[in-house]
């Protein structure tokens, strides 16, 4: 079982839709979670932080189920620049700076 | 402020040549991770420096491989006799003093490696 699991898509939708990625990770002890968010070619750029409690920055919500070891991104209202690949990425281990990252689910927003 | 500064950003080299990819944190940081993301492949970890000193290289392939940060300059990520699989976007990061986590830790454009 691979350590961050993600649907890669594409996920095609057009604008103003609501869409949601969905992510399990194998390891327990993992101890933060994040949506990164990665364009073409391009570095990774933290998107936000994941927490139990659930969090929202504007039309993005996070969502972590530690029970059942999955995280959600849901993002509404789509905009054309919301296209990108989105990481799923967990902190586990002895040294909380080894993040493990998914392969990504690229999203294309559609005019 | 500068970022996380990398170079070269686009690198060919030939089977059997060395690369070297450097990187420069960002002002007052002084952790750095490499990273490699393989094509159609997620990120993954290779190797945690501080100045002068390796704290984790459990994700360095076993030979070919060394990383350096000296007391001056920028980090070196090195890779001997280069073979086409070694092909990738290497990313550099960078974090304050204390070791960071995903969301303190802030990642350089990338160096792309094209073995041919």
């Known amino acids: 079982r691979k350590e961050v699991e993600q649907d890669p898509g594409p996920f095609n939708v057009p604008e103003g839709a609501t869409v949601a990625f969905n992510c399990t990770y194998s390891?327990?002890?993992?101890?933060?979670f994040f949506w990164y968010r990665q364009d073409c070619r391009k570095e990774p750029k933290l998107l936000m932080s994941?927490?139990?409690s659930g969090n929202e920055d504007g039309r993005f919500t996070a969502q972590l189920n530690r029970a059942s070891q999955y995280i959600s991104l849901l993002i509404r209202d789509s905009k054309l620049s919301d296209s990108a690949t989105y990481l799923c990425v967990v902190s586990s281990g002895a040294g909380s700076y080894q993040l493990t990252f998914g392969k990504g689910t690229k999203l294309s927003v559609i005019p | 402020n500068a970022g996380v500064m990398q170079n070269p950003r686009h690198l060919v080299r030939r089977r059997g040549q060395e690369a070297r990819l450097r990187c420069s944190p960002m002002?007052?940081?002084?952790?750095v991770y490499w990273y490699r993301q393989l094509p159609e492949e997620g990120l993954k970890f290779m190797v945690y420096l501080q100045k002068e000193n390796i704290i984790d290289e459990s994700g360095m392939p076993k030979e070919r491989f060394s990383a350096e940060f000296p007391k001056e300059g920028p980090s070196i990520l090195r890779i001997q006799q280069v073979v086409r699989g070694d092909s990738a976007a290497y990313f550099c990061?960078?974090?304050?003093?204390?070791?960071?986590?995903?969301?303190?830790?802030?990642f350089g454009e990338g160096s792309w490696l094209t073995v041919v």
């Open positions: 994941v927490y139990s």
């Open positions: 002002k007052g940081h002084s952790h």
């Open positions: 390891n327990s002890a993992s101890q933060s």
């Open positions: 990061a960078s974090s304050p003093d204390d070791a960071g986590t995903g969301n303190t830790i802030y």
